[in-house]
């Protein structure tokens, strides 16, 4: 079994400061880890993805996960955020098979002026 | 382009009321699948098909069939649509997930569907 669990339902930060949004995962397995992104009205975009190679994964538009086994956790982050990177961020855990994706919950980040 | 395209973006309709949402890939991906979005869940999945004629239940199947006779496209069935079936529905396709698992998807833009 596997699931996800995004600590922060909503995340509020000012433009030009420290993006963290927070993911822990739990699975039996090791598994695939992604970040997506859905801005409003739209469909969900792929950010990152981690696959058992480098711990620290870099994805589009300068954002950063970092996967620790120890601390199951795979949390995203932004050393400054714009305006546009507000969205809605899922955090995805990946059976081996590839046949399975379980989504967390969502974190809604706002980005104020 | 490539891309998964929905219909109908928008729908609104009464409890029974049979109705499909199409969706078409034009990337030749062998994987699609269905997702319902609800708030505070984020997206669970509802039925997936790692090729033509094969299809299998995701987490929340109840209410829902789905068929793959063409490699294209995966329509959403509701045969008897209800209340509780009110949602966001994305669906989405990738190419046969990799041996490491890594099953990068491409999603629709979402149809908002109704039922009163």
């Known amino acids: 079994a596997q699931s996800v669990t995004q600590l922060d339902s909503h995340v509020s930060v000012s433009e030009g400061t420290p993006v963290l949004l927070r993911c822990n995962y739990s699975s039996s397995y090791s598994p695939s880890l992604f970040w997506y992104v859905q801005h409003p009205n739209k469909g969900l975009q792929l950010l990152l993805k981690y696959t058992s190679a480098a711990t620290l994964v870099k994805g589009i538009n300068g954002f950063e996960a970092e996967f620790k086994k120890s601390e199951t956790s795979f949390h995203l982050t932004k050393p400054s955020a714009h305006m546009s990177d507000a969205a809605e961020y899922f955090c995805v855990v990946n059976h081996p098979s590839g046949n399975m994706l379980t989504f967390g919950g969502g974190t809604r980040l706002m980005v104020n002026p | 382009e490539a891309q998964v395209t929905q219909n109908p973006r928008y729908l609104i309709t009464v409890t029974g009321k049979k109705l499909t949402v199409t969706c078409s890939q034009n990337?030749?991906?062998?994987?699609m699948s269905w997702y319902r979005q609800d708030p505070g869940l984020g997206l669970r999945q509802i039925y997936y098909s790692m090729n033509v004629e094969v299809t299998d239940k995701g987490d929340v199947p109840e209410g829902y069939k789905v068929s793959r006779k063409e490699k294209r496209n995966f329509p959403l069935i509701l045969e008897s649509p209800s209340p509780n079936q009110t949602s966001l529905y994305f669906c989405a396709s990738s190419f046969t997930p990799s041996l490491s698992g890594a099953n990068v998807l491409t999603f629709g833009a979402g149809s908002r569907l109704t039922v009163l």
């Open positions: 990337m030749n991906h062998e994987y």
